[in-house]
């Protein structure tokens, strides 16, 4: 393995070089050989951790991809009607139809000389576009509560890699819609939109139909032989909580019903009795969690391994949790382009640089004030970091005073 490993490196090293697809092609086939997908998966994790990006890693998904195909073409996976594997597969075949119409769409239009000519492919353009905005929550599903459950399990780069994926996914798709946009308001002339739609749209056509065959043939097999049918119940539970894309078929939704495995009961929430005594009062235990999940703002909390432990649960939360995500590293909970930025802010915590650190960030209408805390004991030792989001939109409005109720 450790052989296999430094070749394996170096692939990488050429692939990032610009060697020709067809050697690389070659290359892996004798690396892989007599070496199962499990054995490739430690060799991947155990590279990332020796200190290689992710997104240079993110080169070789490629000749896997060609050479997997090539082994053993497309298979067909079988789940019942409401299994969340079904319903993510259901949801890319519609996408690819959507992706497959629009891009049909932009080549119309490619041949056309102005707006005018063009209004009623436009609007097909501008209906499937509010389609992919809506879709999502797709990948908030996948990212939030498949991905976690997967790692649980050992497999972390794959869902890694799948990250790096929607974040290409939804690049491309903020380019269509800024394109889309410029159109409506008449900010763009034809001769440019009609050209880039034409990329964007061929872009995101070859991104999706290669990221849906990976998850389809790849990642959903290696999730249906880690992961048991309670978590699977567990899962669509998430999903159900997290909601559905506008398109996502209701057939596909319909309840998801199996037998629990002999010998595995699923925990149930025992509600516990007593009263904690805090230094500035004592609080019932029942009353604990209804105080946090009341707090006008997000929390979640951070223990000192970076894994996540906790967060509260209000009725509007602005980004997604999901009870998969106890226990999954902080890390794996953030997109790639993140990851640097948590943990230099981890690493100031631990080493006591800094106490608090905070930004802002514009989600749609809304002004989001997202803020960091070092939590320490009274001896000093790190105990680990809270995350507090805010949405402060409607606080920034305020003026003046307000001391009578309305």
Same mark, same amino acid.
């Given at each position: %393995?450790?052989?296999?490993?430094?070749?394996?490196?170096?692939?990488?090293?050429?692939?990032?070089?610009?060697?020709?697809?067809?050697?690389?092609?070659?290359?892996?086939?004798?690396?892989?050989?007599?070496?199962?997908?499990?054995?490739?998966?430690?060799?991947?994790?155990?590279?990332?951790?020796?200190? %290689?990006?992710?997104?240079?890693?993110? /080169?070789? =998904?490629?000749?896997?991809?060609?050479?997997? /195909?090539?082994?053993?073409?497309?298979?067909?996976?079988?789940?019942?009607?409401?299994?969340?594997?079904?319903?993510? %597969?259901?949801?890319?075949?519609?996408?690819?139809?959507?992706?497959?119409?629009?891009?049909?769409?932009?080549?119309?239009?490619?041949?056309?000389?102005?707006?005018?000519?063009?209004?009623?492919?436009?609007?097909?353009?501008?209906?499937?576009?509010?389609?992919?905005?809506?879709?999502? /929550?797709?990948?908030?599903?996948?990212?939030? #509560?498949?991905?976690?459950? *997967?790692?649980?399990?050992?497999?972390?780069?794959?869902?890694?890699? %799948? !990250?790096?994926?929607?974040?290409?996914?939804?690049?491309?798709? /903020?380019?269509?819609?800024?394109?889309?946009?410029?159109?409506?308001?008449?900010?763009?002339?034809?001769?440019?939109?009609?050209?880039?739609?034409?990329?964007?749209?061929?872009?995101?056509?070859?991104?999706?139909?290669?990221?849906?065959?990976?998850?389809?043939?790849?990642?959903?097999?290696?999730?249906?032989?880690?992961?048991?049918?309670?978590? !699977?119940?567990?899962?669509?539970?998430?999903?159900?909580?997290?909601?559905? =894309?506008?398109?996502?078929? #209701?057939?596909?939704?319909?309840?998801?019903?199996?037998?629990?495995?002999?010998?595995?009961?699923?925990?149930?929430?025992?509600?516990?009795?007593?009263? *904690?005594?805090?230094?500035?009062?004592?609080?019932?235990?029942?009353?604990?969690?209804?105080?946090?999940?009341?707090?006008?703002?997000?929390?979640?909390?951070?223990?000192?391994?970076?894994?996540?432990?906790?967060?509260?649960?209000?009725?509007?939360?602005?980004?997604?949790?999901?009870?998969?995500?106890?226990?999954?590293?902080?890390?794996? =909970?953030?997109?790639?382009?993140?990851?640097?930025?948590?943990?230099?802010?981890?690493?100031?915590?631990?080493?006591?640089?800094?106490?608090?650190?905070?930004? !802002?960030?514009?989600?749609?209408?809304?002004?989001?004030? *997202?803020?960091?805390?070092?939590?320490?004991?009274?001896?000093?030792?790190?105990?680990? =970091?809270?995350?507090?989001?805010?949405?402060?939109?409607? *606080?920034?409005?305020?003026?003046?005073?307000?001391?009578?109720?309305?």
């Amino acid at each position: %393995m450790t052989e296999k490993k430094k070749a394996l490196k170096k692939l990488i090293d050429d692939l990032n070089d610009g060697i020709d697809h067809e050697i690389a092609k070659t290359e892996f086939n004798k690396i892989i050989k007599e070496t199962g997908p499990d054995e490739l998966a430690k060799v991947e994790e155990e590279l990332v951790k020796e200190g %290689m990006p992710r997104e240079k890693l993110n /080169k070789l =998904c490629d000749i896997h991809l060609s050479v997997f /195909k090539e082994r053993l073409g497309e298979q067909k996976v079988i789940v019942p009607i409401g299994h969340p594997v079904n319903i993510l %597969m259901e949801e890319h075949r519609i996408l690819l139809e959507y992706v497959e119409k629009l891009n049909t769409n932009a080549i119309k239009i490619a041949k056309s000389k102005n707006f005018d000519s063009i209004q009623d492919d436009l609007k097909i353009v501008e209906s499937i576009t509010d389609h992919f905005k809506k879709a999502i /929550k797709h990948y908030l599903r996948e990212e939030n #509560v498949l991905f976690p459950y *997967i790692e649980k399990h050992g497999l972390t780069e794959p869902p890694a890699q %799948m !990250w790096i994926d929607h974040d290409k996914i939804r690049a491309i798709e /903020k380019r269509l819609f800024d394109l889309v946009d410029g159109s409506k308001a008449k900010t763009i002339d034809f001769p440019k939109f009609s050209d880039e739609l034409l990329k964007v749209t061929g872009s995101l056509a070859n991104l999706l139909s290669t990221h849906f065959f990976k998850e389809n043939n790849i990642l959903f097999p290696a999730s249906l032989r880690l992961i048991s049918q309670p978590e !699977w119940k567990d899962i669509r539970h998430e999903f159900d909580e997290i909601g559905y =894309c506008c398109f996502t078929p #209701v057939e596909a939704t319909k309840v998801f019903d199996i037998k629990k495995e002999e010998g595995v009961k699923l925990p149930e929430k025992v509600q516990e009795e007593g009263t *904690i005594e805090f230094e500035t009062g004592p609080l019932p235990i029942s009353v604990i969690e209804p105080i946090l999940n009341t707090l006008p703002l997000d929390v979640t909390f951070v223990d000192p391994d970076d894994r996540v432990k906790f967060f509260s649960k209000g009725d509007e939360r602005i980004f997604v949790r999901t009870k998969a995500v106890i226990g999954r590293t902080v890390q794996n =909970c953030h997109p790639q382009k993140s990851i640097e930025v948590v943990n230099k802010i981890l690493s100031d915590f631990r080493e006591g640089k800094r106490k608090v650190a905070e930004f !802002w960030i514009d989600l749609g209408e809304s002004k989001i004030h *997202i803020r960091y805390f070092a939590v320490h004991n009274k001896e000093g030792k790190y105990l680990g =970091c809270l995350e507090v989001s805010q949405d402060i939109t409607e *606080i920034q409005k305020l003026k003046g005073q307000k001391r009578l109720l309305d």
